[in-house]
């Protein structure tokens, strides 16, 4: 048909035949164009075709097209909203929904803890507000999650530390228990705010759990209000929980440590046995090297065993990290 119209050329096929309205059959007058963008799209989809969307990748490799890929995660609404005409007498002005109410404590030191969940439907992270909660992913402890409504300990921090003085608090109340100048904790329903004061610092710490991927965001903002500069150490801890729930009762750390490769450099010789004890048979290459590994960081080591009540890391987060008794 294309070469009855004499489309076919020389150069590839004419990108556009005018024909009469008032004739019948393969007549007209072939618009003499060939536009290269046509035919580099005919090329790109054969491309993608047999080279599995090599073309797309290529593309989604670009870092400028990465800084805004997020934009082309946006969810399409399943559901259109229906509405019916009305004559214009009759038309009102649709009361605007309201705004999920916003929860506000200007105190940790509640009756009981007030918490707020945050969930993309797989993963959830519960948050008090004097810090504590948990996370979980399907059914998972992602952090150990103890329901104590007295103590309300949590299971993720950011401490800061000013370095010339000493002194120590964290981004929340909790684990530290640091009465603070200045104290709001602001629940939405997509994040969870809090902000403090403390001798001429102030923070900002949202908690967010991502629309689309399971992952937990913790930003921490920090203001220096003082009129001197000030030099801070921040130091991130989460308390893996110790069961993951896995087949077999298998134990996160042991999960981590079996696909860690060879030359990953993960403190191994640390974790032990819930009795205290190692797990290598005595005598053996691996039970020697735990124990001079534990011996050169001034842990005790008795016929195999460690005093966990004297050297757990449960003992004391803050002796751990920064000295404190």
């Not at 001798?199 to 991502?210: E, K, N």
């Not at 150490?233 to 077999?248: D, Q, V």
């Amino acid at each position: 048909m294309l070469s009855a119209v004499a489309l076919a050329s020389r150069l590839g096929v004419s990108d556009e035949a005018a024909a009469s309205a008032s004739r019948s059959g393969p007549q007209g007058t072939v618009v003499r164009s060939f536009l290269a963008h046509h035919q580099g799209m005919t090329l790109v989809s054969l491309a993608n075709t047999l080279l599995d969307d090599v073309m797309v990748r290529r593309f989604h490799s670009d870092p400028r097209v990465q800084a805004t890929a997020l934009l082309l995660q946006e969810r399409v609404p399943r559901h259109a909203p229906i509405t019916q005409p009305r004559p214009a007498e009759a038309t009102r002005v649709a009361t605007a929904i309201p705004a999920a109410a916003l929860r506000r404590f200007r105190s940790p030191h509640t009756r009981y803890p007030h918490a707020q969940f945050l969930s993309n439907g797989t993963y959830v992270t519960v948050v008090t507000n004097a810090g504590g909660g948990a996370s979980l992913c399907r059914g998972k402890a992602v952090t150990r999650h103890r329901e104590d409504a007295t103590r309300d300990p949590g299971s993720q921090f950011l401490y800061l530390r000013d370095v010339r003085s000493g002194s120590v608090w964290s981004a929340t109340y909790q684990p530290t228990g640091r009465e603070p100048e200045e104290y709001v904790v602001t629940f939405q329903a997509e994040r969870v705010i809090f902000r403090r004061r403390d001798d001429g610092i102030a923070t900002q710490l949202d908690i967010a759990v991502s629309p689309e991927d399971d992952v937990e965001v913790r930003r921490l903002a920090v203001t220096n209000l003082s009129d001197r500069p000030r030099e801070l150490e921040i130091t991130s801890y989460g308390e893996i929980a110790t069961r993951a729930g896995l087949p077999g009762r298998a134990r996160l750390v042991g999960r981590v440590l079996g696909d860690a490769g060879a030359g990953a450099k993960l403190p191994w010789h640390r974790v032990l046995r819930s009795s205290g004890q190692f797990a290598f048979a005595p005598g053996s290459r691996g039970f020697r090297e735990q124990r001079a590994r534990l011996l050169e960081e001034g842990v005790a080591v008795v016929a195999g065993r460690v005093d966990l009540a004297r050297f757990g890391w449960q003992r004391n987060l803050d002796a751990e990290l920064w000295g404190m008794r």
